[in-house]
């Protein structure tokens, strides 16, 4: 019965070492060498037991990696000095036979003893780790390079637990925040005692919607520091969960150099807008001087009629009445193109978006031109507009755009035999498009890929600044509209294309 059981317990034992898919081995303390190995060693690393036996005090130099030796010899040192029961972990590199190293981690426990008790051999099962080591290798060198480039572009982190309300910054964000790194001291309280509050709030309630949506959230806001300058803080969040914990991570960086050249770019946009604005303005200061002229030249005549009456003793009411009605008509007329001369003429990039009509538009913009068109005996023809059509938008600005567009026909045409302009309005489910067609043959196709670009003109010297089609591309698509030239007509055709409203708030330019 014994003996069976006896045999039945080395089956088992064979069994299962068969089946480990580690490296299991004796090592002798005294001799420092293996006295037993199971086959899984030769089969990993190509060495019979035999074979590393016979390299006796050589074995480390010839199977360890150099700089793991003074490591594994200390930690042979300690294994003499564990407890039955203990283990002990070890990680080195081993060489197998044909040069490549393999990455081990070995758990070591006490194998025999002496009648003294002392530890005579270990007994080892040596894992290969290779991928986890390539793993841990790799995953170093991207945290290294990620730590590079936040460093670069002076970027801090920050990790907050959502559960527990804690959170952790790096010491960049210390820096950017102009806060002192102080163990007892909570971050985000100095941060709301140096931000904007209103930034703040904004903020708080940004965080608090991607916890609980469990969505990224981006934020500006702005903190002032020690000196008094005021900086802009951008933020970028991203939520994680975990099983044990719910986590948000993220990154913030100083952007009031970059804030404060979009805002230096946005006032030379503004400079060159109103420059624009100005030349357009310049051109049509005849067409314009004619338009206040002829008006002036009624309210002169009545005038001198009214005095010749009153001369003359011949002071009729209803001529009187008449001529009064006159004036007053005229006068009107006068001040809507004073008016409209004034609007135009201000700077319109931040005004609110609000809704008018387009045929008021279209009308306030074509008080400029009129009389002009007329003198040099241009045909404008505008087509039916719905007097309940509106859009939202900044008057000034699309009416700046429709004036750059009439201005560009009237030159393209002004010496032609046949010189018309139409304005065309189709209304389409959530926007409008606005057409200007002139009688010119059309725009080149080479000239057409570059109109668009800043400063290209096709004026003689002095006729033009090329930021017109340019500056109204632009606001265009602060508008979420275009302008683009139609290919597909005869003649030189643009096309404002404008939705009808603004759902978000439209880029400033």
């Given at each position: 019965?014994?003996?069976?059981?006896?045999?039945?317990?080395?089956?088992?034992?064979?069994?299962?070492?068969?089946?480990?898919?580690?490296?299991?081995?004796?090592?002798?303390?005294?001799?420092?060498?293996?006295?037993?190995?199971?086959?899984?060693?030769?089969?990993?690393?190509?060495?019979?037991?035999?074979?590393?036996?016979?390299?006796?005090?050589e074995y480390y130099a010839r199977t360890m990696h150099p700089d793991d030796i003074p490591?594994?010899?200390?930690?042979?040192?300690?294994?003499?000095?564990?407890?039955?029961?203990?283990?002990?972990?070890?990680?080195?590199?081993?060489?197998?036979?044909?040069?490549?190293?393999?990455?081990?981690?070995?758990?070591?426990?006490?194998?025999?003893?002496?009648?003294?008790?002392?530890?005579?051999?270990?007994?080892?099962?040596?894992?290969?780790?290779?991928?986890?080591?390539?793993?841990?290798?790799?995953?170093?060198?991207?945290?290294?390079?990620?730590?590079?480039?936040?460093?670069?572009?002076?970027?801090?982190?920050?990790?907050?637990?959502?559960?527990?309300?804690?959170?952790?910054?790096?010491?960049?964000?210390?820096?950017?925040?102009?806060?002192?790194?102080?163990?007892?001291?909570?971050?985000?309280?100095?941060?709301?005692?140096?931000?904007?509050?209103?930034?703040?709030?904004?903020?708080?309630?940004?965080?608090?919607?991607?916890?609980?949506?469990?969505?990224?959230?981006?934020?500006?806001?702005?903190?002032?520091?020690?000196?008094?300058?005021?900086?802009?803080?951008?933020?970028?969040?991203?939520?994680?969960?975990?099983?044990?914990?719910?986590?948000?991570?993220?990154?913030?960086?100083?952007?009031?150099?970059?804030?404060?050249?979009?805002?230096?770019?946005?006032?030379?946009?503004?400079?060159?807008?109103?420059?624009?604005?100005?030349?357009?303005?310049?051109?049509?200061?005849?067409?314009?001087?004619?338009?206040?002229?002829?008006?002036?030249?009624?309210?002169?005549?009545?005038?001198?009629?009214?005095?010749?009456?009153?001369?003359?003793?011949?002071?009729?009411?209803?001529?009187?009445?008449?001529?009064?009605?006159?004036?007053?008509?005229?006068?009107?007329?006068?001040?809507?193109?004073?008016?409209?001369?004034?609007?135009?003429?201000?700077?319109?990039?931040?005004?609110?978006?609000?809704?008018?009509?387009?045929?008021?538009?279209?009308?306030?913009?074509?008080?400029?031109?009129?009389?002009?068109?007329?003198?040099?005996?241009?045909?404008?023809?505008?087509?039916?507009?719905?007097?309940?059509?509106?859009?939202?938008?900044?008057?000034?600005?699309?009416?700046?755009?429709?004036?750059?567009?009439?201005?560009?026909?009237?030159?393209?045409?002004?010496?032609?035999?046949?010189?018309?302009?139409?304005?065309?309005?189709?209304?389409?489910?959530?926007?409008?498009?606005?057409?200007?067609?002139?009688?010119?043959?059309?725009?080149?196709?080479?000239?057409?890929?570059?109109?668009?670009?800043?400063?290209?003109?096709?004026?003689?010297?002095?006729?033009?600044?090329?930021?017109?089609?340019?500056?109204?591309?632009?606001?265009?698509?602060?508008?979420?509209?275009?302008?683009?030239?139609?290919?597909?007509?005869?003649?030189?055709?643009?096309?404002?294309?404008?939705?009808?409203?603004?759902?978000?708030?439209?880029?400033?330019?």
């Open positions: 019965m014994g003996k069976k059981q006896l045999q039945d317990e080395a089956a088992i034992l064979e069994k299962i070492n068969n089946a480990i898919s580690d490296s299991i081995y004796i090592f002798d303390l005294k001799e420092e060498n293996l006295i037993w190995l199971n086959k899984r060693g030769p089969e990993l690393y190509g060495y019979t037991l035999e074979e590393i036996r016979r390299m006796g005090s490591s594994l010899r200390e930690g042979v040192a300690k294994s003499r000095n564990l407890k039955d029961g203990e283990v002990m972990s070890l990680e080195y590199r081993f060489k197998d036979r044909d040069g490549k190293y393999h990455w081990h981690s070995d758990r070591i426990t006490v194998f025999s003893r002496n009648e003294a008790g002392e530890v005579t051999a270990i007994l080892g099962v040596a894992t290969d780790i290779n991928d986890r080591k390539e793993f841990e290798e790799t995953q170093k060198k991207t945290i290294e390079k990620l730590n590079l480039s936040l460093s670069a572009a002076k970027m801090g982190t920050w990790e907050w637990d959502v559960e527990k309300n804690q959170l952790l910054w790096d010491q960049r964000m210390y820096e950017i925040h102009g806060v002192p790194n102080i163990p007892s001291m909570n971050p985000l309280d100095e941060v709301w005692k140096r931000s904007n509050r209103e930034d703040m709030e904004i903020v708080n309630m940004k965080v608090q919607e991607a916890a609980e949506k469990h969505q990224d959230f981006y934020v500006t806001y702005r903190v002032t520091h020690e000196n008094q300058e005021v900086h802009h803080i951008r933020c970028y969040g991203k939520y994680l969960s975990h099983e044990s914990s719910q986590r948000m991570y993220g990154v913030a960086w100083d952007s009031t150099e970059e804030i404060l050249t979009e805002q230096q770019i946005n006032e030379a946009k503004a400079k060159l807008i109103s420059a624009a604005k100005m030349a357009a303005l310049g051109e049509m200061s005849g067409g314009i001087a004619h338009e206040i002229n002829n008006p002036l030249t009624v309210i002169q005549a009545r005038a001198f009629q009214l005095s010749q009456m009153v001369e003359n003793g011949k002071t009729d009411p209803e001529k009187i009445k008449q001529a009064a009605e006159s004036i007053s008509r005229t006068a009107d007329k006068i001040a809507r193109i004073i008016k409209s001369l004034r609007s135009f003429a201000r700077e319109g990039a931040y005004d609110p978006f609000e809704v008018v009509s387009l045929k008021q538009i279209i009308d306030e913009t074509l008080e400029f031109c009129r009389t002009r068109f007329y003198n040099h005996g241009v045909e404008i023809e505008v087509g039916k507009i719905d007097e309940e059509l509106e859009v939202e938008c900044r008057l000034i600005q699309i009416e700046q755009v429709l004036l750059n567009l009439l201005n560009n026909s009237f030159d393209a045409i002004q010496y032609l035999e046949n010189k018309w302009i139409r304005i065309s309005v189709k209304e389409l489910v959530d926007s409008v498009e606005i057409t200007v067609t002139d009688s010119g043959p059309g725009i080149p196709s080479d000239i057409a890929n570059q109109m668009m670009l800043p400063f290209f003109t096709t004026k003689e010297v002095g006729k033009g600044t090329g930021l017109g089609l340019s500056i109204s591309a632009g606001i265009m698509r602060a508008h979420k509209g275009s302008l683009s030239l139609n290919h597909n007509s005869a003649n030189t055709s643009f096309v404002i294309h404008l939705p009808k409203w603004q759902q978000e708030e439209a880029l400033n330019y």
